[in-house]
C-alpha cells in the first residue's frame, strides 16, 4: 500500500498556491511503491467558470506550454459578467513531467479515463479548445523523496507560467519559512487564548487554544488582498457542487460583503485585538459600500459595488451594524467622517425604522426582536457619535428614536394569546407588529405556507440581552427561552443545537439546508443539496449555540456556557472550521460517484457540518468571541453604552409626545411646513423631516422648547413627495418621547 502526504501553502510573496508531496508505503510496504507513477490532474474552472453548453458557460481552453511543460487554462473567450476576471492558471513542477495530455471532462481524451483503462497516458494531446477541459501530467519523481508543484495566476499565460515556474522551482523549505514567518508575526499581535476555562477538561482546553489560533487566521485570511477591510462572509460558495460554474450566473455566492456578517466578524477581531483590521472593516463599509441615501446593501462585491444577487431585499439590521461599529472602533470625534458617513446612515434608520425590508435570516418583512435589537444599538452610537462631532440635536433624535424602539419591541413582537406554553413568548417576527393576532406568513424554501405568526419561534430576542437592552434576567426572555428549547432545539452527538427558526413539529421546518425526509417541507430525497431547487431542511447553526452560552455568561452559568464552547468545537470540520449548519438527523451514506449533483448527498454525520458552507466566518468570530468571553466572565462586546441607558440605570422615562399638525397622510401644499405639538413643558424638542424615497440623504433638522403649556412648533421642509417628520422630546439626561407622520 502507499499513502501521498502533501502540505498546501500559498506563496507569501506570488498568486500562487505550493504543494509539496511525497509518496510513502504504508509500514511494511516499501517495495510496493517502487514501480507507481504520481500523476497530476487539473481539472481548472478559470474565472470560476469551465464548463460550457447552454446550463454551464465560460468555457475553458487548455494548452501544453512546450517550452516549460506548464498545463495552462484560461478562458475561450473574454469573460463577461458580475464577477467575471481576465485570469489565466499554470500548473508546473519543481521538474518537468515526465508527459502531459490536455483532453475534457469525462471523454476518451480526459487524462483519468486514459489513466483507467491504459494505466498510462496514451495520448499527448497538446490542446484542447472551448469546453470543460482537464489536463493530466506524469510528474518525474522517486519514492520517499518529495516533488513540488505550484499552481500560479496571471492576467495571461505567460504571466502565470512565470509566476507557478518561480514558485514550484524556490526552495519549499524556504517558502515555507516565509508563509509562517507571516502568520507567525499577526498572531504576536493578538490576544493570546487562555491556558485554560473553567468547564473544560485538559483535552477540551487544549483543543479550544488550537481552535482559537485557528479561528483567528481565518478570520484574518477571510479578508481580501486587494480592499483591505472586505471580509467575505464565508471563502465557499454554499452547495458549490450543485451550483453551475459560470460568470453570469446571479450569485449562490457566500464570496461577498454582507455589513451583517462583517459586524459579526468585526466583534472576533476585537476579541482576538485586532483592531486595526478592525477600523480597516468600518472605513471599507462606509467608503466602498454605502449608498447615497445612508443605506447599505444586502451584499456588496470586494470593491464595494453593489452585488448582483441582492435580489431586491432591504435589511435595516445592516444599516444599524455599522453605527456600532465606528463607535467601538473609535471614530467618534471625526467630524468629516460623521458628516459625510455616519449622519446619513442614522438619518436613514430614523426615517425608516422600525420595520423595513427583512429581518435577519433574510426571508421575511416585519418587526423582528434580532433587528429591532440592531437599531437600538446603532442609533444608541449615532447619538454618541453625534455629540462627539458636534451636533446634540442629532444625538437627541437618535437617542429619542432609540429609546421609543426599546420601549415598544415586546409590543411589537411578544405575544400573550400563543400556543406553546403559558401563551406569552417572544415569537420570530410580527408582519405588522400585532403579535396577538392570528396573522400568517409563508416560512419559505419549500416549507410550510399560511403559518400564525405566533408558531413560528427564533431565538433571535438574545439580541436585545446580549447588546445591552434588556436585562438577561427579564422575565419574558426567560419563558421565551423555554419555548426555544422545547420547539426548536435538538440534541445531537456532539452537544445540543437550535435551528434557525420553526414550529413545533417532527422535524425541521426551516427549508433552508440539505434535504432530509420526511422534514416538514417539499424537498427530496434525502440528502440532497437546496440548490438548486431552494428547497431543503435547515438544521442547527452552531453560532446559536454561542448566542446561547453569552445568555448563559449573563445568568452567571459558565459552566453551560463552556459546554456550548465545547459542543462549538465538536461540530467543527477539518482541522476545526465552524460549519453554518450541523446535521442533526441520522447518519446518511454519500450518493455513489457519478451520481447527479442536484440530488447527490454528500454524507452527513450526526452531530458534523451539513453540507453548505465551512468555514461560516460569522460562526468562527462567534467562536473567538466566546472563548474571550467566557476567559473575562462578561460579554466584551456588549455595549457600555446601551448598557448603561437601559439596563444598569433602567430604560430612560417616557415623555409624552404628540404632534397635532400637520396630520398624518395630510396632502401639504407648500415646500416648508410649520410642526407643531404638545409635550412635557420645558423639554427640549427636535424635529427632523426626511424624504425615505429620495436618494440621498435631504433631512433637515430644527429645534424647538416646549412653552409652559407643552406646546411646541417648527417650520420644516417638505419638497415634494413624502416626507417623514419625526418629533422628540428630552427633559433631563433620562426621559425622552417619541412621535411620528408621513406625509406628502
Wanted: net charge negative.
Amino acid at each position: 500500500g502507499f499513502r501521498l502526504v502533501t502540505d498546501y501553502i500559498t506563496d507569501p510573496g506570488r498568486d500562487s498556491v505550493v504543494m509539496r508531496t511525497r509518496l510513502l508505503p504504508l509500514p511494511g510496504g516499501r517495495a510496493s511503491v517502487a514501480g507507481l507513477k504520481v500523476y497530476a490532474r487539473w481539472d481548472a474552472t478559470i474565472d470560476n467558470s469551465g464548463g460550457g453548453g447552454a446550463t454551464n458557460a465560460g468555457a475553458n481552453t487548455a494548452t501544453i506550454d512546450p517550452a516549460t511543460t506548464a498545463l495552462v487554462s484560461s478562458d475561450t473567450t473574454a469573460p463577461t459578467g458580475p464577477f467575471a476576471a481576465q485570469v489565466s492558471g499554470a500548473l508546473l513542477a519543481s521538474r518537468p513531467f515526465l508527459a502531459e495530455s490536455s483532453g475534457f471532462a469525462g471523454t476518451p481524451s480526459d487524462g483519468l479515463t486514459q489513466l483507467d483503462t491504459q494505466h498510462q497516458l496514451i495520448s499527448d494531446y497538446q490542446s484542447a479548445t472551448d469546453g470543460n477541459v482537464v489536463q493530466t501530467a506524469e510528474i518525474d519523481t522517486r519514492p520517499g523523496q518529495p516533488f513540488t508543484l505550484a499552481l500560479g495566476f496571471g492576467p495571461d499565460a505567460q504571466s502565470a507560467i512565470s509566476t507557478a515556474r518561480a514558485s514550484a522551482t524556490a526552495p519549499f523549505g524556504r517558502t515555507l519559512a516565509g508563509y509562517v514567518t507571516g502568520w507567525h508575526g499577526y498572531d504576536q499581535t493578538l490576544r493570546p487564548p487562555p491556558a485554560w476555562l473553567p468547564g473544560l477538561s485538559p483535552a477540551a482546553s487544549a483543543q479550544m487554544r488550537r481552535e482559537y489560533w485557528l479561528s483567528a487566521n481565518v478570520v484574518k485570511a477571510d479578508e481580501d488582498k486587494t480592499y483591505p477591510g472586505a471580509f467575505v462572509a464565508s471563502p465557499t460558495d454554499p452547495w458549490g457542487q450543485s451550483v453551475p460554474a459560470t460568470t453570469t450566473h446571479p450569485g449562490w455566492t457566500y464570496r461577498e460583503v454582507f455589513a451583517r456578517d462583517s459586524y459579526e466578524t468585526f466583534t472576533g477581531l476585537l476579541a482576538d485585538g485586532d483592531r486595526a483590521s478592525a477600523r480597516a472593516m468600518v472605513r471599507f463599509l462606509f467608503d466602498d459600500t454605502q449608498q447615497p441615501d445612508g443605506s447599505f446593501p444586502r451584499n456588496s462585491l470586494l470593491n464595494g459595488d453593489v452585488a448582483p444577487d441582492t435580489f431586491g431585499l432591504s435589511e435595516i439590521d445592516q444599516d444599524a451594524y455599522p453605527l456600532l461599529m465606528a463607535w467601538e472602533a473609535g471614530f467618534a470625534g471625526d467630524a468629516a467622517f460623521y458628516a459625510s458617513h455616519l449622519r446619513p446612515d442614522a438619518d436613514f434608520i430614523v426615517n425608516h425604522g422600525p420595520a423595513f425590508g427583512v429581518e435577519r435570516w433574510e426571508e421575511h418583512p416585519g418587526y423582528s426582536p434580532s433587528t429591532i435589537a440592531a437599531e437600538i444599538a446603532g442609533l444608541v452610537a449615532a447619538a454618541h457619535l453625534a455629540q462627539a462631532a458636534g451636533d446634540p440635536a442629532r444625538a437627541a433624535l437618535y437617542l429619542a428614536t432609540a429609546d421609543d424602539y426599546q420601549r415598544n419591541v415586546k409590543n411589537w413582537t411578544v405575544t400573550s394569546t400563543g400556543p406553546y406554553g403559558d401563551g406569552r413568548y417572544f415569537i420570530r417576527l410580527s408582519p405588522t407588529g400585532h403579535p396577538n393576532t392570528a396573522e400568517t406568513y409563508d416560512l419559505g424554501n419549500g416549507s410550510q405556507a399560511g403559518v400564525d405568526q405566533r408558531k413560528v419561534i427564533d431565538a433571535g430576542f438574545l439580541e436585545l440581552t446580549r447588546l445591552g437592552e434588556l436585562p438577561a434576567s427579564d422575565p419574558d426572555v426567560r419563558a421565551s427561552l423555554k419555548i426555544v428549547d422545547s420547539v426548536i432545539g435538538s440534541q445531537t452527538a456532539s452537544g445540543p443545537g437550535w435551528h434557525r427558526y420553526g414550529i413545533q413539529a417532527s422535524g425541521s421546518s426551516d427549508g433552508y439546508g440539505d434535504c432530509y425526509v420526511p422534514d416538514l417541507t417539499t424537498c427530496s430525497p434525502t440528502g440532497a443539496p437546496w440548490f438548486p431547487t431552494a428547497t431543503g431542511s435547515g438544521h442547527l447553526w452552531p453560532l446559536l449555540d454561542g448566542e446561547r452560552a453569552e445568555q448563559d455568561l449573563q445568568t452567571r452559568d459558565p459552566a453551560g456556557a463552556a459546554r456550548l464552547l465545547e459542543t462549538m468545537q465538536h461540530m467543527t470540520s477539518g482541522l476545526g472550521m465552524e460549519p453554518e449548519q450541523a446535521w442533526e438527523d441520522p447518519d446518511t451514506p454519500a450518493s455513489p460517484f457519478g451520481s447527479d449533483p442536484a440530488t447527490a448527498s454528500i454524507g452527513f454525520t450526526n452531530g458534523k457540518p451539513a453540507g453548505s458552507a465551512s468555514p461560516l466566518i460569522w460562526a468562527q468570530a462567534q467562536y473567538l468571541r466566546l472563548v474571550v468571553n467566557l476567559q473575562t466572565g462578561s460579554l466584551t462586546d456588549q455595549p457600555a453604552i446601551t448598557t448603561d441607558r437601559y439596563v444598569r440605570n433602567g430604560p430612560p422615562a417616557a415623555l409624552p409626545m404628540s404632534i397635532t399638525s400637520p396630520a398624518p397622510g395630510a396632502a401639504l401644499a407648500g415646500s416648508q411646513t410649520v410642526v407643531s405639538g404638545t409635550t412635557t413643558p420645558g423639554a427640549r424638542v427636535v424635529i427632523s423631516a426626511g424624504q425615505p424615497g429620495a436618494k440621498t440623504d435631504t433631512t433637515a433638522v430644527v429645534t424647538a422648547v416646549a412653552d409652559a403649556t407643552g406646546h411646541f412648533q417648527a417650520s420644516v421642509p417638505t419638497p415634494s413627495g413624502t416626507t417623514m417628520i419625526t418629533a422628540t422630546a428630552t427633559r433631563g439626561s433620562h426621559a425622552t418621547g417619541w412621535a411620528q407622520v408621513t406625509v406628502s
